[in-house]
């Protein structure tokens, strides 16, 4: 069976340093894709950065980027001068290629210290 | 236009209602979805709807009953609810088309809190 797993349920960061949260995921697949999405306390989700298995060059996207170990089966995010904005429910997706379902992590929680 | 709306945003019903949800884009996308959230968790997939047809129904009760009247409108018809049914309802959208990354890239829209009382 495919899972996620995001080990951290809650993290913190001072204000303008970096912080990495952790996902790794189970599959058997070679083709699929991994996504992070942001959903502050307003509720809505929102795509922060997306990674294609077959792609070794890891994602960026601003001060956000991934650390993709596809060998690992881990696909970590790294914030980078975090920003009071940024604080919210981080969730981790896995989504194979050729299906619209996705698995989620369970999320890890990130609060940004002024 | 990147958005996905959803109507009403906070919705009260008695377990003998009747109420239904919608959901709106205008991206073009093909690929339109209801999620159900708990508070704390992660989303739990409930319809997908690929060119208009239900392509996945992930054993939903019948007191839920989706409908996709067009390519832009996704509705969620609901009755005889109970109050464990109370929760944030997403719905989101993905291009769905040309293959590739983009194709499931999944697009929110805000939610609407749902009430059973």
């Known amino acids: 069976a495919q899972t996620v797993t995001q080990s951290q349920p809650e993290m913190s960061v001072q204000e303008a340093e970096t912080v990495t949260l952790s996902c790794t995921y189970d599959t058997s697949e070679s083709d699929y894709y991994l996504f992070w999405y942001k959903q502050p306390p307003s509720r809505q989700m929102i795509l922060v950065i997306r990674?294609?298995?077959?792609?070794?060059q890891n994602a960026t996207e601003n001060r956000f980027s991934v650390n993709f170990q596809k060998a690992a089966k881990s696909f970590s995010l790294k914030i980078s001068d975090s920003q009071l904005g940024d604080a919210a429910m981080y969730f981790c997706?896995?989504?194979?290629?050729?299906?619209?379902?996705?698995?989620f992590g369970t999320g890890t929680r990130l609060k940004v210290l002024a | 236009d990147t958005e996905v709306t959803q109507t009403p945003k906070h919705l009260v019903m008695g377990m003998t209602n009747k109420k239904s949800l919608k959901c709106e884009q205008h991206m073009g996308h093909r690929a339109m979805y209801w999620y159900k959230q708990k508070a704390k968790k992660p989303p739990e997939l409930m319809f997908v709807?690929?060119?208009?047809?239900?392509?996945i129904n992930e054993s939903v009760p019948s007191r839920f009953s989706p409908e996709c009247p067009n390519s832009s409108l996704l509705n969620l018809h609901l009755h005889a609810l109970q109050p464990e049914d109370s929760a944030l309802y997403l719905c989101a959208s993905s291009p769905g088309t040309s293959g590739g990354l983009s194709s499931y890239e999944q697009y929110f829209g805000p939610g609407t809190r749902l009430t059973v009382t």
């Open positions: 997706a896995y989504g194979p290629s050729g299906t619209y379902k996705y698995i």
């Open positions: 709807y690929s060119y208009e047809k239900l392509s």
């Open positions: 990674q294609e298995a077959y792609k070794q």
